[in-house]
């Protein structure tokens, strides 16, 4: 019987020491901690033809912003529609109002970002009840990470928008809403003499999306005179060589990618991706396309990263 006990005893020691090896072996799951966006933005209003024409977070009719509350980094731009100045209206008006709007809810902290139309509802909203009608245009695209969750959340409305890079590839962009080529999906508020007459479509009408982001993401948001003038390719090429999380090299990415869409804008001869779109749809076109540009790049980083 001792023989038998002492037996039972050793096995047990040896099955409960194998199960200690068995945990002390296995490692212990890394925990993620919270990431931030570090932004550079930058951009031209075709109007100028060498320096950037900053002014109140807008180039030319373009606007952006950058924010951040308690749970939440925010970029946003919009896009003003040019064809108001026929009418004697600045369009540059709106969408910098627009964006200055959004810029304040998101600070404010009264809304649940994971749903960011819920901010282009917000503001377009307040637009609407001014006793002083802005009149105006624009499209807009808002993208807000989620610091906690690693997790952005977007809505675009319009052919704004962004695209989502990891280890030199685009993982994620936004859907292009256009009524017909070269008229975008848009916010609108016109005179009353115009009433039914202006394209003006409900910020419910927004395309909203959710991705989960890792250290090293770059979110490249941009209005369409980027898009129209640099191809995906070309885009990716800057971003490749975008490897330090520090501001300035962020910024000099954001302005690098601005400074070549606006050079290549006003080539007569060059094959555009605004140009193939053309000749898709049977339009006989080459070239660039004379456009504001406002780019807005975030580089996704752990808060270790940016002491």
Not at 85 to 100: H, Q, S, V
Not at 162 to 178: K, M, N, P, Y
Not at 189 to 199: D, I, N
Request: include cysteine; glycine fraction near 8%; charge should be negative.
């Amino acid at each position: 019987m001792q023989s038998l006990a002492l037996g039972w005893r050793l096995l047990s020691r040896a099955i409960v020491s194998g199960i200690h090896n068995e945990f002390q072996l296995k490692p212990r799951a890394k925990v993620k901690g919270p990431v931030q966006f570090v932004t550079g933005c930058s951009g031209f209003s075709k109007s100028v033809s060498k320096t950037p024409n900053f002014k109140n977070w807008s180039f030319g009719d373009d606007a952006y912003f950058v924010a951040k509350n308690t749970s939440y980094d925010v970029i946003g731009v919009a896009d003003g529609v040019g064809g108001w100045r026929n009418y004697g209206i600045d369009p540059a008006a709106f969408p910098r109002t627009l964006m200055n709007i959004c810029e304040r809810v998101v600070v404010e902290d009264r809304l649940n970002l994971s749903s960011p139309v819920k901010v282009i509802e917000a503001s377009y909203q307040e637009l609407l009840e001014q006793k002083t009608p802005l009149i105006g245009s624009s499209t807009a695209c808002i993208v807000a990470l989620n610091r906690e969750e690693r997790r952005v959340y977007s809505a675009n409305l319009g052919d704004s928008g962004f695209l989502i890079i990891r280890d030199g590839e685009v993982v994620h962009r936004s859907e292009e809403q256009q009524h017909y080529f070269n008229t975008p999906f848009q916010l609108a508020v016109a005179p009353p003499s115009q009433q039914g007459l202006v394209l003006s479509d409900s910020p419910s009408m927004a395309d909203s999306s959710s991705f989960p982001v890792e250290e090293g993401d770059v979110i490249m948001l941009g209005t369409d005179g980027l898009f129209d003038n640099l191809s995906e390719d070309m885009l990716l090429r800057h971003i490749s060589q975008l490897q330090d999380p520090q501001p300035e090299s962020v910024q000099q990415t954001a302005s690098c990618i601005a400074e070549e869409a606006h050079l290549l804008s006003f080539d007569e001869n060059y094959l555009s991706p605004f140009a193939l779109s053309a000749i898709d749809m049977g339009i006989d076109f080459i070239g660039g396309k004379p456009d504001d540009i406002t780019v807005v790049i975030a580089k996704i980083t752990s808060f270790s990263d940016s002491i």
